[in-house]
């Protein structure tokens, strides 16, 4: 339903192009969610996705992660091919959808203690500091259904503090969180721009981040 | 792209280790079907006839049968719960071999749900009056012949994982494909009886089970990336 063109802010950091996608077209039931979107993801920036209910934000989402491949086009991954370079692809991508891959049955930590070491080799010390960091003192050991909405969303943003991972794909990772947790996640997304990472994130919040910019589907 | 990458045999481990974890957490699903088990095979002595002459015949067929029935009562667990909370996406984008970690997880599969049913089939042969010269070949083609089932049953619940009602399409799909196992299963069984040499069957059974965990994995991380994309 749209073409759209990414408002770069000032001080765009533009020397290295990490994920480049160009003329992205994706129809789902006979109905265009977008066509010819193009844009680029370089190192050191947050790029929010804005855009109407079912404008295909996380349909855009779950493609540049290679979940979905019904769309023509193409998305190059410092310059090449994704399919070309999926394990290195995968290895530096981390990707938190709406449903945030935690387990009810398991605790916090073991629930990270196996999607982190997925990807890195993790230790104990880490996971609890980083539980610790996202406000989960003291529920490290309780299984995450007597946890909130919001206590589960922790858990997996858990992963952002943990992950070396220089790509962060997020939908929608505010939506449970109280205003102490948007604040936390901003400045944990803000970190990892200043530290020469990038982030893609849909929300309807304005960001409050210095590496921002933003991209307007439909 | 980082130095403190894991490999793909502590991450095959990882997934393991958390299958295993999750089926103890949850263990109605692992004791419904081991009941379910061993309450169809009680029932035929009760409704065909207690006289041993008759339930020897039947025995192996019975305790076959049983198997399949509980290996897909059980099948749904395996992806069912991932899917739902996103687990499975994170499994998806994972920088390791897919095989290896659907590998993990059929593994974990059977250690609750196949080989109980495995170690206690001695006893329920003893209550079908099997001869007991006959148990070694029992127990040795169920241990080749569960892991088939979870391995082949792993595909077709990676396919209907996405569909909201399955009803029985996980049936329709898994039985054909179970039927070859069960029916060389039985005869070795029968051989025995027969005092035939049950190798044959059993060396068939190896070569399904050789070939089902090296191919049936692939299968299943396809179907998978289908029933998620």
């Known amino acids: 339903m749209s073409s759209a063109a990414p408002t770069t802010s000032p001080n765009a950091n533009t020397d290295k192009i990490m994920l480049a996608a160009r003329e992205l077209f994706c129809a789902r039931d006979d109905r265009v969610l977008f066509k010819n979107l193009s844009f680029d993801l370089p190192q050191g920036q947050v790029l929010q996705v804005q ?61 990270l203690r196996w999607s982190c070491s997925l990807k890195q080799a993790i230790n104990d010390e880490q996971i609890m500091a980083a539980l610790k960091e996202v406000g989960l003192r003291g529920f490290e050991e309780s299984p995450c259904y007597t946890l909130s909405a919001g206590q589960q969303q922790r858990v997996s943003l858990a992963r952002l503090i943990i992950s070396p991972a220089s790509l962060w794909v ?8 109280d205003t102490k947790g948007v604040a936390m996640l901003e400045k944990i997304m803000q970190r990892q721009a200043q530290t020469g990472g990038s982030v893609m994130v849909t929300t309807h919040h304005s960001l409050r981040i210095d590496e921002l910019t933003v991209l307007s589907l439909g | 792209m980082t130095e403190k990458q894991t490999t793909t045999w502590a991450a095959f481990l990882a997934t393991l280790k958390r299958d295993l974890l999750i089926a103890f957490k949850k263990k109605n699903d692992i004791v419904n079907p081991f009941m379910f088990f061993i309450i169809v095979v009680s029932l035929f002595p009760i409704g065909i006839s207690p006289e041993s002459d008759r339930l020897t015949e039947i025995a192996a067929g019975v305790i076959w049968i049983s198997v399949l029935l509980a290996s897909m009562l059980s099948m749904d667990n395996l992806y069912r719960s991932d899917f739902e909370d996103g687990s499975l996406e ?62 082949v049953g792993s595909i077709a619940v990676a396919l209907t994982v996405g ?13 054909p494909m179970s039927v070859p196992v069960l029916i060389f299963g039985t005869l070795a069984v029968q051989s025995t009886l027969n005092s035939q040499s049950p190798v044959g069957y059993l060396s068939l059974m190896l070569v399904m089970l050789s070939v089902s965990a090296s191919l049936a994995p692939l299968a299943s991380a396809a179907a998978l990336k289908i029933s998620v994309n």
């Open chain 2, 90 to 151: 994170q499994l998806l984008l994972s920088p390791h071999p897919l095989f290896f970690l659907v590998l993990a997880k059929n593994i974990s599969h059977w250690l609750v749900s196949g080989l109980p049913v495995v170690l206690v089939s001695p006893i329920l042969a003893y209550m079908l009056a099997l001869p007991t010269e006959a148990y070694g070949t029992l127990v040795l083609s169920l241990l080749l012949g569960t892991p088939i089932m979870s391995l």
């Open chain 2, 163 to 175: 569909l909201g009602s399955r009803g029985l399409i996980l049936a329709v799909i898994t039985l």
């Open chain 1, 170 to 177: 997020l939908d929608e990772p505010f939506t449970t969180l």
């Open chain 1, 51 to 111: 855009g109407s209910n079912g404008s295909g934000k996380t349909t855009l989402m779950r493609i540049l992660c290679g979940l979905n491949d019904s769309y023509e086009g193409s998305i190059k991954w410092y310059g090449q091919e994704i399919e070309d370079q999926t394990a290195s692809f995968f290895s530096s991508l981390l990707y938190i959808g709406h449903r945030v891959g935690v387990s009810k049955v398991l605790t916090p930590a073991e629930n």
